[in-house]
């Protein structure tokens, strides 16, 4: 005579095991987004975490709570400054290259490389 055979499990089937992640693999994950063309819900599946989980791995990043590496390639910086198309005053005396985008100008120094400049427009073409 056979009799049905039942399998119980201990702490629930459905319950996800949870992984631990060190500061530093989540660091160098928070740093991958941070690449040209990279996007949270992209790297997120890379890893298998959820985009909301690895978002808020960055807001930590942002907030000095979770150091990140050292950027693999070089980082440029640029003063800024941000005013209003309509505050009456005139545009700046400049003799570098100019890019504008909508109503967006962007003014380089004068020199600027074609390098420095094909990295800008390029990260005005990816949009936020």
């Given amino acids: 005579m056979s009799a049905p055979l039942e399998i119980l499990t201990i702490g629930g089937s459905d319950r996800r ?3 631990r992640w060190t500061d530093e693999a989540k660091a160098r994950i928070v740093a991958e987004t941070l690449r ?5 819900d992209e790297v997120a599946r890379r890893h298998e975490l959820r985009s909301n989980h690895l978002s808020s791995w960055r807001t930590l990043a942002r907030k000095g709570k979770l150091v990140l590496p050292a950027p ?9 400054v941000v005013a209003p198309s309509d505050s009456g005053l ?7 290259p100019q890019i504008v985008v909508g109503a967006v100008t962007v003014r380089l120094e004068p020199g600027a490389s074609a390098e420095r400049i094909a990295s800008i427009v390029r990260a005005l073409a990816a949009g936020p």
């Fill in 36 to 40: 040209p063309g990279a996007t949270v």
């Fill in 72 to 80: 693999q390639d070089a980082v440029e910086s640029a003063a800024m």
């Fill in 90 to 96: 005139p545009p700046p005396e400049t003799t570098g």
């Fill in 17 to 19: 095991s949870r992984r």
